[in-house]
């Protein structure tokens, strides 16, 4: 089971941007301006501690979440997905004229029953 999923459109510039980058790694902050957005980031300009939760991988690429703001998100399945428009962060796709976005959902019972029982 999954916490986390990627739309086909989103995992298409994931692609791109892995064979144009190498390692890669999504996080989103919940910081101010597009922290709230998840960013793609080169892993190793990345620096992540304690504070943040790998919620899974998607494309072959780890989704680390800040776990202040995994708070705000912890019942909530998400997705990952791409719409045009420039974000204002540094996330690789910007250039592109894409920006990555959350859909969300709250888990159904089994989904909360299997994510609480790994803590």
């Given at each position: 089971?999954?916490?986390?999923?990627?739309?086909?459109?989103?995992?298409?510039?994931?692609?791109?941007?892995?064979d144009k980058y190498g390692d890669l790694i999504f996080h989103q902050?919940?910081?101010?301006?597009?922290?709230?957005?998840?960013?793609?980031?080169?892993?190793?300009?990345?620096?992540?501690?304690?504070?943040?939760?790998?919620?899974?991988?998607?494309?072959?690429?780890?989704?680390?979440m800040n776990q202040d703001q995994f708070e705000y998100w912890k019942h909530t399945?998400?997705?990952?997905?791409?719409?045009?428009?420039?974000?204002?962060?540094?996330?690789?796709?910007?250039?592109?004229?894409?920006?990555?976005?959350?859909?969300?959902?709250?888990?159904?019972?089994?989904?909360?029953?299997?994510?609480?029982?790994?803590?």
């Open positions: 089971m999954k916490r986390i999923a990627i739309t086909e459109a989103a995992a298409n510039i994931v692609k791109e941007l892995k902050s919940g910081g101010c301006c597009d922290g709230s957005s998840p960013m793609l980031l080169l892993k190793e300009d990345m620096y992540l501690d304690e504070s943040d939760i790998l919620l899974g991988t998607i494309e072959g690429v780890n989704f680390y399945h998400l997705t990952v997905d791409i719409t045009q428009g420039r974000g204002s962060s540094f996330s690789l796709e910007i250039p592109l004229g894409f920006r990555f976005i959350i859909h969300s959902r709250l888990l159904n019972e089994e989904e909360e029953i299997f994510f609480n029982s790994k803590k």
